[in-house]
Each structure stands twice: as structure tokens, then as C-alpha cells.
């Protein structure tokens, strides 16, 4: 099977069931940028020298292409996903057992940061960044056709993960916090 297919070259993309639409259709704008999104953990991951967290962010890529992959599903009758992409509450409930862990170890937040700090940290600002960006496009769609209300909770809640992992590379790496 060769990796093109020429069946895009005229702006038109073929979502799961079968249905052509638009490359610029908001359900493609909306996988697109959680494909973006995982794209930056895999680069934010080469920098990870702690294995539970490289380990989370490999977990939270694989929630990604689930994700991704029920965006792009438009079968009629809501047909039951594969069980590689079901996506139950309990994965927003994970992000926010991983958030209250990681935040154990700062020291409390009084202040907005300015993103960045070393190299770890900065990808997963980075990442941040793009994580807020999906979820706009989440919502967007949302508000033309109906989006499951965890997809949108899960989206939101790794924006918030991904600040504190950030926080904690940072403080890994003996990286201070630089207020704004």
C-alpha cells in the first residue's frame, strides 16, 4: 500500500464511513489540531528524562488518536466505536489524579508564569498552547453538531495537566518560575 492515495489533491478528505468533506471542514480543523497536539508530546516526550512522565505523555497520545479517530467517525446511528477508541469519563478523571499528584510536589501558584523555562518545560507550554487551540476547535464543532461532553472535559482538563507537568520539568531541572 503506497502512502498516497491522490485522492486528496482536490482540498477533499474522507472521514471514517465513508463521507467526503473539505480539508477546511471544522470536524478536520478539529482532529487536525489534536493531531498537532500530539505531535508536540512526542516532541516534548524526547526531553523527558523521567519515565512516569514520559510514560503519562505516551498514555495521553494514545487518548489522542482515540480521540482523534471518534472526530472523524460519522456513521449514522452512532455505531459502537472499535474498542481502541472508546473513550470513557475515567480518562478526565486520570488527568486529574496525575494534575493532583504533580501538584503535590509545587509550591503553590500565586501568580501567572511566563511559559518557558528549560527545555522540557517549554515544549510542554508548547504543547499547552496547542492543547487550548484543539479545544477551541472542539467547541466550535460542538456548537454545529453533537460532541460527547468528555471530549471537550478531557481536551480541558490535559491543557491544565500539561501547565503543572511543565511546572514540574521545570522544577526537575532546578529551573526557576518566572512570574509575569
Not at 1 to 11: C, E, H, L, N, S
Not at 48 to 56: H, I, S
Not at 149 to 161: E, H, I, K, P, Q
Request: aromatic residues 4%.
Amino acid at each position: 500500500m503506497k502512502i498516497y492515495t491522490r485522492t486528496g489533491d482536490a482540498g477533499e478528505t474522507g472521514l471514517l464511513g465513508g463521507a467526503r468533506v473539505r480539508k477546511s471542514a471544522l470536524r478536520v480543523e478539529a482532529y487536525g489540531e489534536i493531531d498537532e497536539l500530539n505531535a508536540c508530546l512526542g516532541l516534548a516526550a524526547v526531553c523527558l528524562g523521567d519515565t512516569g512522565t514520559a510514560d503519562l505523555v505516551t498514555r495521553i497520545q494514545r487518548d489522542l488518536f482515540a480521540l482523534s479517530a471518534r472526530i472523524a467517525d460519522v456513521r449514522a446511528g452512532g455505531a459502537a466505536p472499535p474498542d481502541k477508541t472508546t473513550f470513557p469519563e475515567g480518562q478526565v478523571i486520570a488527568l486529574e489524579a496525575a494534575i493532583d499528584a504533580a501538584e503535590e510536589a509545587l509550591p503553590a501558584l500565586k501568580t501567572f508564569l511566563l511559559p518557558g523555562g528549560g527545555e522540557a518545560g517549554a515544549r510542554l507550554h508548547l504543547a499547552r498552547t496547542v492543547c487550548r487551540r484543539a479545544e477551541r476547535r472542539l467547541v466550535a464543532l460542538a456548537a454545529q453538531e453533537e460532541v460527547p461532553s468528555v471530549f471537550l472535559a478531557y481536551l480541558n482538563r490535559l491543557s491544565d495537566l500539561l501547565f503543572v507537568l511543565a511546572r514540574s520539568a521545570n522544577a526537575r531541572a532546578g529551573i526557576p518560575e518566572v512570574a509575569w
